[in-house]
């Protein structure tokens, strides 16, 4: 599924589902984190005019997402905790090229979006197909769809944009990390935990 090297064992997705206030208040913050992400890509290269308005669009969305999340903790009872550190994005961050030109660090950037996007979209079809609550599991389904969108946007711009790399040998070298990386994970009631 969108290359990634290792799919999630289905068993975390109860995991995720033993602690609703916890994987929901992780994911509030994720849907935010996406929306920063965006926001810092568009400032940092404001002269792709394609790019600002297609990253607008996203910004919009995630924050979407967060507050679709947050109204449901509220329906719930549940309260938002503080946000999460997400040790599995940090791990991804020290792996993209911050060295080498602007052009590489710009489309390293936009394939660790990539690579974030592709991961919770998987993640939450393990939710969507594998936890009790039916609401719940629709939710998971249609933002599903939504970040594979946004996987497919963030790759075609690196692709788009790149002067000097060789994205689809980035992508591969990208994919085989995270293939590595994943294994490590799986254990927590954590959207990429
Ligand atoms: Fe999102
Ligand atoms: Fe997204």
Same mark, same amino acid.
């Given at each position: ?32 984190? $996406? ?27 995630? /924050? ?53 996007? $592709? ?24 933002? /599903? ?44 009631? $954590?959207?990429?935990?």
């Amino acid at each position: 599924m969108l290359g990634l090297k290792l799919l999630t064992d289905p068993r975390w997705a109860n995991i995720a589902e033993s602690n609703l206030e916890e994987i929901l208040t992780d994911h509030a913050w994720c849907e935010q984190k $996406a929306a920063t992400n965006a926001i810092t890509l568009i400032a940092n290269n404001s002269e792709h005019q394609e790019l600002v308005d297609e990253l607008t669009t996203i910004a919009i969305e995630e /924050m979407q997402h967060f507050q679709q999340v947050v109204a449901i903790i509220k329906q719930r009872g549940y309260t938002l905790g503080r946000e999460r550190k997400d040790d599995y994005v940090g791990k991804l961050l020290k792996f993209s090229k911050k060295d080498g030109s602007r052009n590489m660090a710009f489309v390293d950037r936009l394939l660790f979006a990539a690579m974030i996007e $592709a991961r919770s979209c998987e993640r939450f079809r393990v939710l969507s197909q594998n936890i009790k609550d039916q609401e719940l599991a629709k939710f998971y389904h249609d933002l /599903m769809v939504s970040e594979a969108g946004h996987y497919t946007t963030f790759l075609n711009f690196a692709r788009q944009y790149s002067t000097d790399v060789d994205v689809d040998k980035r992508w591969k070298e990208w994919l085989a990390f995270e293939g590595e990386l994943i294994q490590s994970f799986g254990n927590k009631e $954590a959207i990429h935990g």
